[in-house]
Nanobody
Framework: HVHLVESGGGSVQAGGSLRLACAAS????????MGWFRQAPGKEREGVAI?????????????KGRFTISKDNDENPAYVQMNLYLEMDSLKPEDNGMYYC??????????????????WGQGTQVTVSS
């Protein structure tokens, strides 16, 4: 079964950088969509960035130019563990929240809607102080 484990969260001052990682394994199919979502207290979970098995990416407008999603290109989670990354630069207090890795196995080209993803990690906290 799909297994996702996030790491790399922490606390940083505004303007700083953090890199999140998600170890993904157990996929059934070689096609997939994966990405990062975040949820701040009292707010709905929102999509931040998506990448799929063909390498296409989507970013939320609020993070374009500051965040970069990437993955281990030579690995496929249907065969071996693959790492998904989110490089976050120029962090702002509004980037605060719990960040989740999500995946949908067998489908590529999905967007930023959380309802499209059936597999989720446990989350990692990102705190940005002003």
């Amino acid at each position: 079964h799909v297994h996702l484990v996030e790491s790399g969260g922490g606390s940083v001052q505004a303007g700083g950088s953090l890199r999140l990682a998600c170890a993904a394994s157990g996929f059934t199919y070689t096609s997939y969509s994966m990405g990062w979502f975040r949820q701040a207290p009292g707010k709905e979970r929102e999509g931040v960035a998506i990448i799929d098995s063909v390498g296409d990416t989507i970013y939320a407008d609020s993070v374009k130019g500051r965040f970069t999603i990437s993955k281990d290109n030579d690995e496929n989670p249907a065969y071996v563990q693959m790492n998904l990354y989110l490089e976050m630069d120029s962090l702002k207090p509004e980037d605060n929240g719990m960040y989740y890795c999500a995946a949908e196995d067998g489908v590529y080209g999905l967007g930023l809607g959380a309802d499209d993803y059936n597999h989720w990690g446990q989350g990692t906290q990102v705190t940005v102080s002003s």
